[in-house]
């Protein structure tokens, strides 16, 4: 892995990008997050580097912005905040409306399945604008040099290949960085002056922006009941009206909502176990679960437009618990007599075997 040395470089490297390279958009944070989990689902876990499509660019991109393109007040339809800081809208802004509009939906997991066509071009639309714009300027400041730490530009390639060591930095660190993005883009929009006829005081504008995004998951729990025999997956005890759809990897760890993460649990356990990840005995139980209802539950998931990719996942998870370890964080136990301890570090062989 990655020296120590190299490590604490890039955390300065990626202060100095946030606070001085120039930019006239969101979409340098949007890239930077966008990076940063596709460097997690890639599983990389050493010192490789690691290459990364426009085309997953531009997914990551739709995910991130898709709910900031539906308008912001409610008293006007057009409120839609700016996103760029010279005249007119962020170009991915506009194609993801234009999107909304031919697909008449503002709902994400039906305007991917609906018209395959209209998607596709929509990802080459954004893709393009990516390698265009952001993925070609994030590394310069004002004075235009160049200081590409993270990857070499080449406008010919269709991905960006990340250097050695960068993709291990970037799974390390992308608590800090979406925390960071987050807070720099937020702020961004508010500075926007197109942005503030819509701003009172209170308004909570980092809500808005980032934290809406879950999508509605109460389609999911026809599709899982049965891969748990009706129970709750924590506490076996049986799922009536009080049954919620649970994040098994957290959504603060991994804010991309993929279908073989999720889980259902009675009221008690999922408000109990909150942002920590499940004791191990937990994770071993749901990788036999993806093992056994894997593919059934990727098929029914499909029509209904959710994300998946169970390899993925599994890859999420994997990179998760590992950090726990490294970490060693506590883990959450559904036994009163227990719910918080540390992370058994024996797990660690076992994850990387
Ligand atoms: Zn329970």
Request: net charge neutral.
């Given at each position: 892995m990655p020296t120590a040395d190299f490590q604490l470089n890039f955390l300065k490297r990626i202060q100095w990008l946030l606070e001085s390279s120039s930019y006239t958009s969101t979409y340098k944070f949007?890239?930077?997050?966008?990076?940063?989990?596709?460097?997690?689902?890639?599983?990389?876990?050493?010192?490789?580097?690691?290459?990364?499509?426009?085309?997953?660019?531009?997914?990551?991109?739709?995910?991130?912005?898709?709910i900031q393109a539906l308008p912001f007040s409610d008293q006007s339809s057009d409120s839609v905040l700016r996103q760029s800081s010279t005249t007119g809208q962020a170009s991915v802004i506009n194609s993801i409306l234009n999107l909304q509009h031919k697909a008449k939906t503002n709902n994400l997991?039906?305007?991917?399945?609906?018209?395959?066509?209209?998607?596709?071009?929509?990802?080459?639309?954004?893709?393009?604008?990516?390698?265009?714009?952001?993925?070609?300027?994030?590394?310069?400041?004002?004075?235009?040099?160049?200081?590409?730490?993270?990857?070499?530009?080449?406008?010919?390639?269709?991905?960006?290949?990340?250097?050695?060591?960068?993709?291990?930095?970037?799974?390390?660190?992308?608590?800090?960085?979406?925390?960071?993005?987050?807070?720099?883009?937020?702020?961004?929009?508010?500075?926007n002056r197109h942005n503030q006829?819509?701003?009172?005081?209170?308004?909570?504008?980092?809500?808005?922006l980032f934290h809406q995004s879950r999508q509605s998951l109460k389609v999911?729990?026809?599709?899982?009941?049965?891969?748990?025999?009706?129970?709750?997956?924590y506490c076996h005890k049986v799922l009536k009206n009080n049954i919620e759809v649970d994040h098994f990897i957290p959504w603060s760890k991994y804010p991309v909502d993929t279908t073989h993460n999720f889980i259902l649990t009675?009221?008690?356990?999922?408000?109990?176990?909150?942002?920590?990840?499940?004791?191990?005995?937990?994770?071993?139980?749901?990788?036999?679960?993806?093992?056994?209802?894997?593919?059934?539950?990727?098929?029914?998931?499909?029509?209904?437009?959710?994300?998946?990719?169970q390899q993925r996942s599994e890859t999420i998870s994997q990179w998760a618990y590992q950090i726990a370890v490294e970490h060693e964080d506590l883990v959450w136990s559904p036994k009163l007599s227990i719910k918080l301890r540390p992370i058994n570090p024996g797990l660690l062989p076992k994850l990387r075997a």
């Open positions: 949007a890239l930077l997050m966008a990076t940063a989990n596709l460097a997690i689902e890639s599983g990389v876990n050493d010192d490789r580097e690691c290459s990364i499509s426009y085309q997953q660019l531009a997914e990551q991109f739709i995910q991130l912005y898709w997991s039906i305007a991917r399945t609906q018209n395959a066509k209209l998607w596709q071009s929509t990802i080459k639309d954004i893709a393009s604008t990516i390698k265009r714009y952001p993925a070609r300027y994030l590394q310069s400041a004002e004075d235009k040099v160049c200081r590409e730490f993270l990857y070499t530009y080449n406008a010919k390639e269709k991905v960006i290949t990340l250097k050695p060591g960068i993709a291990y930095c970037f799974t390390r660190f992308s608590k800090i960085i979406n925390k960071l993005c987050q807070q720099y883009w937020t702020e961004f929009v508010r500075k006829i819509y701003f009172s005081d209170d308004v909570d504008l980092q809500q808005f999911l729990e026809s599709i899982l009941i049965d891969a748990q025999q009706g129970q709750c997956f009675d009221h008690k356990c999922n408000n109990s176990k909150r942002d920590y990840l499940a004791e191990e005995l937990f994770y071993e139980k749901w990788l036999k679960r993806n093992q056994q209802y894997g593919h059934t539950i990727e098929q029914e998931a499909k029509t209904i437009g959710f994300i998946t990719n």
